[in-house]
């Protein structure tokens, strides 16, 4: 006879077939835990209170949503005891010696269609957060010595993945041709622009040449960084291949890779399919999502423009501070003699002095402030152009699909619509056979091109609908933006106000002691 005394001594050969086969019949064939929905619908099948079956659920142990096998036995022995009217608890658990009750759920073999089924995911959903998309991969993209020809000069970058562990070298050609590519492959996503190439007139040395090729060289890692952390380009062979070909021709390698893949249309499971996951109303979702991203877009860009002429105002006023430095130093440093007037000679003679120890302090405060300008260019004002530079490709993108898949698909059917009237009068006036079934197979042909566009179509707002979510995943930037700004604040004053306190007490010394004057204050080092 078996027994049931203490629950810790439940196990497989103590409980009798019945649980056994229960359990197998609802239990995933790859987990032997069963799921806590399982668990309710097979409570669910008995004759039960809502009551009782609350008190069986809240005495059983099912964390994380799963009870184990040894709480499942458990519960089905609830289950029994409370079928023949006693209070389930788990001291009657402990307390019975008895054979295990016999709970009154059917034949185990009727109770396989309660096992959870897969759930099918909507492929048009994309499950993914800021932390994701950030995590994916960061490039950088660093400007390497410039190696000069007989006659031109080129400017390289050294290109480094942190996902691949990899740094490859690429010249702005390469960023072309790769841009180029993944815009044909994936015409219906969100491709950022490069930065514009421009064609070098002068030498590097020039102030507004630095200027440009850093810009550029910012741009381009922005492109990377968005083209890698994508959740399907940076799954791509295009993109793997860029960031880690180290052979002498990258451009024949990328173009080799497209060929045997093609665009995302003739490649993607769900391209022939994507109007059956598209909602009725996905033009009017369009149009919402479309205008407030747009009103985002405009918002972005002012928040742009307003970092940086805070980070030019700080880089202007590091200049000011140091040049102010320079000239308290060049009136200190003056050696004119002071003409003998009365006893300010003397006074101004020592002041002169003092003042020479000044410059250390300005020169401080210029380096702060030029340390602040870098901050709120390279931690604001960059996060903003990133972001910015993924709101304009959506906007790209919608202009593609207007002009392109839009405006493709209405000139097939005005096409069409010439060939049927032709077709018509051609029936109406006799003409020779063979024309007539030439003009048949033409629209034929047409009836399939205009089904394609019509896939493609569907395709391409399903793509648009993906994006959409994409930027609003992106939108959290905005905290990471708003804590750069505010910390590069907080950083700059604090250390720019310890150096001007310094200069309060250093000043507060000028001005005192015999005669108004104090002997000159020592410079910190």
Same mark, same amino acid.
């Given at each position: ?19 056994? %086969? ?9 987990? %032997?835990?069963? &799921? ?11 004759? /039960? ?42 001291? !009657? ?26 759930? &099918? ?30 006659? /031109? ?70 492109? /990377? ?81 307003? =970092?940086?002429?805070? =980070? ?56 702060? =402030? ?15 152009? /990133? ?24 000139? =097939? ?19 020779? &056979? ?40 992106? !939108? ?50």
């Amino acid at each position: 006879m078996t027994t049931w005394t203490m629950e810790g001594e439940i196990n497989e050969g103590s409980v009798p077939l019945y649980y056994r %086969e229960v359990h197998q019949a609802i239990s995933s064939r790859t987990d %032997e835990r069963v &799921q806590i929905e399982v668990f309710h619908r097979l409570l669910n099948r008995t004759d /039960l209170s809502i009551n009782q079956q609350n008190q069986i659920t809240d005495h059983i142990d099912h964390g994380d949503g799963f009870l184990s096998k040894v709480s499942f036995y458990k519960a089905l022995a609830l289950i029994a005891l409370a079928q023949q009217g006693k209070q389930p608890s788990p001291k !009657l658990l402990e307390n019975c010696i008895q054979e295990f009750p016999k709970p009154q759920l059917g034949e185990p073999k009727d109770l396989q269609n309660l096992r959870m089924q897969p759930v &099918q995911e909507n492929p048009l959903l994309l499950s993914l957060t800021l932390t994701n998309l950030l995590g994916k991969d960061t490039i950088k993209v660093e400007l390497i010595p410039e190696k000069k020809g007989l006659f /031109l000069k080129h400017v390289e970058y050294q290109v480094t993945s942190q996902r691949f562990r990899i740094s490859v070298y690429r010249r702005y050609s390469d960023f072309d041709v790769f841009h180029e590519l993944l815009l044909q492959r994936y015409a219906y996503r969100m491709v950022p622009a490069l930065p514009p190439k421009r064609v070098l007139k002068g030498v590097l040395a020039s102030v507004s040449e630095r200027e440009f090729i850093e810009g550029r060289r910012r741009g381009l890692g922005r492109f /990377l960084n968005l083209v890698g952390r994508h959740p399907f380009f940076s799954e791509d062979e295009l993109v793997k291949t860029f960031l880690t070909f180290n052979g002498s021709d990258v451009q024949t390698k990328l173009r080799d890779a497209f060929k045997k893949m093609g665009d995302e249309f003739m490649t993607c499971r769900y391209a022939t399919q994507a109007k059956e996951y598209l909602p009725a109303d996905i033009q009017s979702r369009f149009s919402v999502s479309r205008e407030l991203i747009r009103n985002i877009h405009n918002s972005f860009q002012k928040l742009r423009d307003r =970092a940086e002429r805070m =980070a030019e105002r700080s880089k202007d006023n590091a200049t000011d501070l140091l040049m102010f430095g320079k000239e308290i130093s060049a009136l200190g440093s003056d050696a004119s003699p002071v003409p003998v007037l009365d006893s300010s000679k003397s006074m101004w003679g020592d002041l002169r002095h003092s003042l020479r120890g000044l410059s250390a302090e300005f020169s401080l405060l210029a380096e702060k =402030a030029a340390e602040q300008g870098r901050r709120e260019e390279d931690d604001v004002v960059e996060k903003l152009n /990133l972001f910015l530079d993924l709101l304009q490709s959506y906007r790209d993108l919608c202009e593609r699909h207007e002009k392109g898949v839009l405006h493709e698909h209405q000139k =097939a059917l005005q096409k069409y619509s010439v060939m049927k009237r032709q077709m018509m009068s051609a029936t109406v006036q006799p003409k020779e &056979q063979v024309s007539v079934e030439q003009l048949e197979s033409r629209i034929v042909q047409q009836e399939n091109a205009i089904q394609t566009m019509e896939l493609r179509n569907y395709f391409s707002l399903f793509c648009l609908h993906q994006e959409s979510q994409l930027i609003f995943t992106y !939108l959290p930037i905005t905290s990471h933006i708003l804590g750069a700004f505010i910390n590069s604040q907080v950083q700059g004053h604090r250390e720019m106000g310890q150096v001007w306190n310094n200069l309060h007490s250093k000043l507060s010394g000028l001005f005192t002691g015999n005669n108004g004057l104090q002997s000159p204050p020592l410079t910190p080092k």
